[in-house]
């Protein structure tokens, strides 16, 4: 067996075991460890939610008085009292001003976790995935509040670096980085974002 089959085997093992809906909970859950991403109390919106690994990972550390809005194309049904989940098309025209209406307040965290369905030509699958983040980065005036933070998932290629340097605008600091739940050989990589300058 491949070393990368044997690590996505574990994880898929780790996250069965632990109750997880998708390996992709242990991706967040290093970033927010890392990165001290969450306070208990915070407000949270997560786009491309489905099936809701890090919906759960965020209604943990948010606690009772913290809020998570997860949006995305497939409805997820999931019995958390602080969690509310929408199904929406974020290329939609609508999609700001459903989002502003469903979350209300100003927020302290935006996460994306945003993958088209794959096609397997590199290229293209990235250009897919960035406009799906541009969707998303357009939104985060009208929704985060100064200071707040926020994660992207992104596909390398040859738009990171214009991506990355839209973000060095908005924010104090910005990190590229790589959990080690995520597969070497996967192009995707993770953009941290640390307090939003408004
Ligand atoms: C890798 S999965 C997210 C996994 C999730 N973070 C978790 O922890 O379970 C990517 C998600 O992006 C969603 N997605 C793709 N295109 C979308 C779009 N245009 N609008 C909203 N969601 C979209 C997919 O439906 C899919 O559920």
Redesign the pocket.
């Known amino acids: 067996m491949k070393l990368s089959q044997a690590k996505r085997d574990y994880y898929r093992k780790k996250a069965k075991k632990e109750g997880y809906?998708?390996r992709?909970?242990f991706k967040?859950s290093e970033l927010v460890n890392k990165y001290q991403l969450i306070q208990e109390g915070d407000y949270v919106v997560?786009?491309?939610?489905?099936?809701?690994?890090?919906?759960q990972?965020t209604s943990k550390l948010v606690g009772a008085e913290g809020r998570v809005f997860g949006?995305?194309?497939?409805k997820v049904d999931i019995n958390l009292s602080n969690v509310y989940t929408y199904v929406?098309?974020?290329?939609s025209p609508d999609a700001l001003n459903f989002v502003k209406k469903s979350v209300v307040y100003e927020v302290d965290l935006i996460?994306s976790?945003?993958?088209?369905?794959i096609v397997g030509v590199w290229e293209l699958d990235h250009a897919r995935q960035i406009d799906?983040t541009l969707?998303v980065i357009d939104m985060v005036p009208h929704l985060l509040r100064p200071g707040g933070n926020c994660v992207f998932?992104i596909f390398q290629g040859r738009y990171l670096e214009l991506v990355r340097d839209r973000l060095k605008e908005m924010f104090e600091k910005v990190f590229v980085t790589k959990p080690s739940a995520s597969r070497k050989e996967s192009s995707e990589v993770y953009v941290v974002c640390l307090s939003f300058l408004g």
């Open positions: 809906r998708s992709a909970a967040l997560d786009f491309g939610c489905a099936p809701g690994g890090w919906l990972v949006f995305d194309l497939k929406l098309d974020v290329t996460l976790d945003l993958a088209p369905n799906l969707r998932k």
